[in-house]
């Protein structure tokens, strides 16, 4: 099946300082990519959807400027966490659609990155 | 508005059954996902339906009927490693899940 990696895998970062999440395909190219974070006992929270090429199309309520999303290739999504206070702590998950081969739009998710924020 | 209802918890007995409801509505339909998340990690894809009907892998069943915006997840034979999140998602007419907030199943001896 598809594989999707993240890196890291946790981070422990000070308060002002910038996170970038690195998510990879590894075995398919992934046109369309998905970040989400979840917050402990709480379910998937969409952030923004990532075309290869283009710009992200951010959720209501997600800051542009405060989560830069990158994807710069058919295998690579980074996201970004500039400037991070303690309430962007959570885990944050990537997901790739194998729209290629699969016959449903199964989106892939990485294993996730756990951020803290001291 | 678009929305997915499931229970927040269940608990179940090894070696029992157990069907976790999921309520959708959706702006279109082009499928309703079930994953399985366990502590700490990500989501792995257990089913998909887009047909009224019931789909059955192994010990897990997905049942959809798309006249009532319904399915469930049917565990067989639980095992103590079944004991996870099950999260129901609908994709809507732009291809984009819509997330349930996860039912916590607990199986105990």
């Known amino acids: 099946g598809a594989v999707v990696s993240q890196h890291p895998s946790r981070v422990i970062c000070k308060s002002g300082t910038s996170v970038k999440i690195e998510c990879r395909s590894l075995?398919?190219?992934?046109?369309?990519m998905f970040w989400y974070r979840q917050f402990p006992k709480q379910s998937l929270m969409l952030m923004a959807t990532?075309?290869?090429?283009?710009?992200?199309?951010?959720e209501q309520g997600v800051e542009k400027d405060k989560f830069l999303i990158n994807h710069a290739s058919l295998t690579l999504s980074t996201l970004t966490v500039t400037s991070a206070h303690p309430e962007d702590s959570s885990f944050y998950i990537c997901s790739a659609d194998d729209s290629g081969t699969s016959d449903y739009n199964e989106q892939f998710f990485g294993p996730g990155t756990r951020l803290t924020v001291l | 508005g678009q929305n997915i209802d499931q229970p927040t918890e269940m608990t179940a007995t090894e070696g029992a059954i157990v069907q976790i409801n999921c309520t959708y509505q959706t702006s279109g339909f082009n499928g309703l996902f079930w994953y399985q998340q366990h502590a700490g990690e990500a989501p792995t894809f257990l089913s998909y339906?887009?047909l009224d009907g019931l789909e059955e892998k192994g010990r897990f069943s997905s049942f959809l009927s798309r006249s009532k915006g319904y399915s469930y997840l049917l565990l067989k034979e639980l095992q103590m490693k079944d004991s996870a999140s099950y999260l129901c998602?609908?994709?809507?007419?732009?291809?984009?899940?819509?997330w349930g907030a996860g039912t916590k199943l607990i199986i105990k001896p």
């Open positions: 990532s075309n290869e090429g283009s710009k992200a199309t951010y």
């Open positions: 075995d398919f190219q992934a046109t369309t």
């Open positions: 998602a609908g994709m809507d007419s732009n291809y984009q899940l819509i």
């Open positions: 339906n887009v």
